[in-house]
Structures are given as C-alpha cells and as structure tokens.
Nanobody
Framework: QLQLVESGGGLVQPGASLRLTCAAS????????VGWFRQVPGKAREGISC????????FYADSVRGRFTIFRDNAKNMLYLQMDSLKPEDTAVYYC?????????????????????WGKGTRVAVSP
C-alpha cells in the first residue's frame, strides 16, 4: 500500500518561493502517476499539476503554469513541487496524490477522482 507524506508548507510573503516535498513509502513510486492538488475551505479540490511515471510528461493548471514546477526522483521515492512567485491566492492546503499506472505510457491526470492514494496535506499561506 502506497503511503504519502507531504512537507515544506509554511507562511511566506507574496513573491516568495517554497518547495513542497512528498515522501512515498510502501511501494515504488515509479509505478504511479502522481500529482499535486490544493484545497481551500468551501471550494473543490483543485488539481494543479501532475507528472507521468518516468517524469517526462507533466501538466499544469492555468493558475500555476509558469510559476510552479513539478518533478520527481523515483530513486528516492520523492515528489516535489517548486513554487515561485507565490500569490495570496495560492494559499491552501496542498496534497500529493497518486494513481496506479496501467502501462508504460499511462498519462497522469489532474482529476482528483482518479487518484487512489493521498497524503494528509501541508498548509501554505501567502500573506504580506
């Protein structure tokens, strides 16, 4: 059973950077397409980025494209989200999630309903 634990959240000022980390255990992360999601109270969980098993293909929501970068290190069983030029509207709880790959060319998805495994989240607050 894959287990995911996020870290790296915090309180920062607008324009700052943060790097979120998701540590996987229980199963090789290379078997999963993975992604980052975020949620604020009263709103649906938003899929902001995902990356394929090998790391060669990634997708971003319009709200973060050009500012956030997703990458993974399968040898370390780790997933990362580099967040630059943070804005107050980026304030949320951030989750990593994973879905089992069904073949070597399985595309990742930002659809939260497709994800099978979730971490418990790490809080990011962007405020002056």
């Amino acid at each position: 059973q894959l287990q995911l634990v996020e870290s790296g959240g915090g309180l920062v000022q607008p324009g700052a950077s943060l790097r979120l980390t998701c540590a996987a255990s229980g199963s090789p992360l290379e078997h999963y397409a993975v992604g980052w999601f975020r949620q604020v109270p009263g709103k649906a969980r938003e899929g902001i980025s995902c990356i394929s098993g090998g790391g060669g293909v990634s997708f971003y929501a319009d709200s973060v494209r050009g500012r956030f970068t997703i990458f993974r290190d399968n040898a370390k069983n780790m997933l990362y989200l580099q967040m630059d030029s943070l804005k107050p509207e980026d304030t949320a709880v951030y989750y990593c999630a994973a879905e089992t790959m069904h073949g070597p060319y399985y595309a990742c998805s930002r659809d939260y309903q497709r994800q099978e495994f979730w971490g418990k989240g790490t809080r990011v607050a962007v405020s002056p």
